[in-house]
């Protein structure tokens, strides 16, 4: 080959690499009309039934602007959400977008490199309106979506407290002593105070995250014992398991409570078989329709049981993270329909189909007509949000607070037992997981 | 001796090579399928995480694994299952003998003894779940029937879920183990029987020392299957009807392997767990093997 025909050949590879490039670059920009197939693992219907509906209409929506997208909606089990996209990162194939629950969960595979930041993708101005943010930022950079804010507080049973003579707290709020003292007076009337479920141990996580979370002054304080530099065992942290416990030797929860799961028990609540239950905003809505509105059903927050700086602060959270995989074929058009998901005829769309609120501030509030779920968005909307469970690394989530607190539930482990258990598997995930704990020790919150 | 002809050097090298040529896909069929796994789990096994991301080979995972207290009590409570096979094998024995005793209806009996074992565990499993609640029809029919006293929260309470697993594990097993040894007393020679009936033994003496002696191969090897089962096939019930708990009081091994590998992201960790039921499975498959050779080498 001649010098010239070499310049020749090279010059035309040259293009020919140019064009290649550019031909995959132009559908990142969304400009192109090439056809795009994507795959969602989407999983939002058992925080918000009617979740799955309206991600049928908002594909169906998205069709008709964007004809050449194709979104294939593989809805996902909660039983296995975590162990479904872990077995994708195993065998480094999966989805386009995924949902997973926040912080831990989702940072979790941030740190596996199985996530794109959708901070790359979507515009700062969007990004702006969306809520919650905070629970998905690492490395200055924001690693999912948000789509609703879920709060968890306690409902109640206005007959069934005024048939026992308890008076719901004026300021939305009581004293852990008079919570005690309207359980008795509840008990002592023939009501079952408090009716939950924990088969499954979330009603256990569910107190760590309210009453657990008020002795801590921030989530690093939490920090600072998943890392080792603090003690479990340290009442701090675990002493408030004495009072759960001596609830449950008063009697104060109902008999089955460790043969009902956590919506089996909020179902309870609104079968009238108690008179006070935890719920999210959807549990409460149904509770309204099924005891009669808001004559019938009132909500408080969480007794003040702690001192710590956390001990005022909210627990709404996203509850559920939309991100963008590593495997995305086209991650713009993927950010794309996550920014349509935030679209205000999209955000009404959601909460005429769940009845929960949407996580941006450009949600319209008005649609929010029933003063109980008014009160719901006001305290969800209002000051620190943190949901604690989100920052505890999965296998001390299952294997100390899920376990501790079916322990205490049946029984079978006294708050001295629990306080060891959460030392001692914490202690099991550091050992296990040195990779991990080099990253949640960097992780700064 | 007289040379032999290149061909025919090149005829007996193909003949002797031809043989492993028709086994070759079998062959690779079970390397692929079986030892590939094997070998590539206790791979995984032995690579063990740095804080720095970078995985070693050793023993690390071992030795967290023998160092966690829920991996005992996960082999403990694979343990206190293998207590059923006892009274899995009885029951299997006495409802197969009073079958083959031809007792009225016998053959819908066997039907019906034998359905839950074609249906799908986790099925089995959500039924009893319904069943076996603190206000489940279990304890409803024992109020109604005057026994109060013996309700239970039998899969809420630590105390019960193991036993009530069991009992849930036997109701399923009973129908394999049934048309087991009714099989094998069907095929038992009727003049023996009939001998034994003529000299006078009653119906306990006629199959504790006629039948039994001759279902000791088939019942053997029922009992090795089912301590397999109980160590290595019990992961459906634990998942379908507790989910491990309370706390970890029904949590097993193959359950414990699961949270591991895909909800505690820690492959190493699950591997060596696997690894080590594999070797206390190996045992007893080795144990069934030598049962059955022995079966086979008994006279007819």
Redesign the interface.
Known sequence: MSAKSFRLLSIALVLVFLFTACGQAAPATGSTNAKVNMTFWWWAESDAPGADAWMTETVAAYKLIKPNVTIDIVPQST??L???F??AV?ANSGPDLASQWATGPTL?FVW?NAVLPVSDYVPAAEMKNWLNTNENTYNGKVWGASMYLIGIEIMYNKAMFTQAGVTPPASGRWTWTDFLAACAKLKAAGITPFVAGD???YNGAWWFSHVGMQSLDSTEDLRQAIIGNKDFSDPHYTGWYAALDDMVKKGYFN??????DLSQGAQAFSQGKGAMAWGTDGMIKQALTDLGGDSKVGVMRTPTYGTGKLADAGNATQSTTFFITKWAKNPQEAANFLIFMHSPDRLASWYKHTGVIAADARFDRTLVTDPVLQQMMQWETTGTQIWLENFLP??VD??AD???G??I??Q??SPADVAA?WQ?STS?WR????????NWKNWQQ | MPEKKPSSVAGSTSRKIEPYLYLAPATIFVILIFLYPIVDIIRTSLLQ?????IKTFGFTNYT?VF????FWQALGNNGKLLLSVPILTVLSLLVAILLFEHVRGWLVYRGIIFMPYILAVPVVGTTFVYLL????IVNTLLHAAGLGFLVQ?W????KWVLPSISVVIIYREMGFGVVLFLARLMSLEKEILEAAEIDGANFWQKHVYVTLPQLSGVIEFFVVVELITMLSWVFAYV?TM??G?????STVMEFYI??H???????G?ASSLAVVLLAVTTVLIVLQLRLRRRSLEEPA
């Not at chain 2, 160092?67 to 829920?70: I, L, S, T």
């Not at chain 2, 609640?133 to 489940?136: A, D, K, T």
């Not at chain 2, 708990?245 to 009081?249: E, H, K, L």
Request: hydrophobic share 30%; aromatic share 8%; charged share 15%.
């Open positions: 039983d296995t975590i162990s479904a872990q077995s195993t979790g596996q088969k499954d141990g008999q089955d409570v460790m043969s009902l999965g296998q299952s294997d899920l376990a501790a079916q322990e539930f049946s079978s482990g258990l001692r099991t050992n296990q997981h040195p990779d991990e704990l080099t | 995480n740095n804080p720095n991301g967290l160092q966690d207290p829920v609640g603190l206000n489940g929260d899969l809420g309470s630590v998942f507790t989910g708990g309370p706390g970890f009081a699961w949270k590998a895909f909800a505690f992201r820690s492959p960790i």
